[in-house]
């Protein structure tokens, strides 16, 4: 059926964010089964509890619509989640993988935040107000966690960064310019 209409954009849209959330909840555990740190495995653990109340809130808003909740295929997820299985490849350290992992997290709750505002701006446009009460809710759960990692990512960069220092070991940098100079 062709898309003619805001309200089959919003439903697209809101179908699409649906599937984000589903996804997310399949990668939550694996993150946090993965993190080397208690602190990042808590945060992963509880964003496991909000996103099963955002998936719910989501499914709610299908009901106000009286529209049976339907998947769009997130894109957007699913290739993060391929760039994580590549960079496993790689083999990093247990920390280096905490590090990457709280990247992506943050890149996943910048889609989530985009997606919530978007879709709040369509429920305004259609007079869906009981949407957008439940979307917002979603929208500052999504906005808490991108802190939450964005702080945990900073703080176990400046500790790993303080180790690395301490221990007397050069970074990334200097060991491609000793590379490039005939060294190493």
Request: aromatic share 4%.
């Amino acid at each position: 059926m062709p898309m003619q209409s805001l309200i089959d954009l919003f439903l697209h849209e809101l179908g699409d964010i649906y599937d984000a959330e589903q996804r997310i909840v399949q990668i939550l555990p694996q993150l946090a089964g993965e993190s080397a740190d208690p602190q990042t495995q808590n945060v992963y653990r509880q964003h496991l509890q909000e996103t099963q109340q955002q998936i719910q809130n989501i499914e709610q808003c299908f009901q106000v619509l009286g529209v049976q909740p339907q998947r769009q295929n997130c894109a957007a997820v699913a290739g993060l989640k391929q760039e994580h299985d590549a960079f496993m490849q790689e083999r990093p350290t247990p920390a280096i993988l905490t590090m990457y992992d709280l990247g992506a997290a943050a890149e996943i709750e910048h889609y989530g935040i985009a997606s919530y505002q978007g879709l709040i701006e369509q429920c305004a446009l259609l007079g869906q107000q009981d949407c957008a009460q439940l979307l917002q809710k979603n929208l500052q759960q999504e906005q808490t966690m991108l802190r939450n990692v964005t702080s945990l990512a900073h703080q176990l960069g400046q500790q790993s960064a303080s180790q690395q220092a301490s221990l007397g070991l050069q970074g990334g940098a200097d060991t491609l310019s000793q590379t490039s100079a005939g060294g190493v």
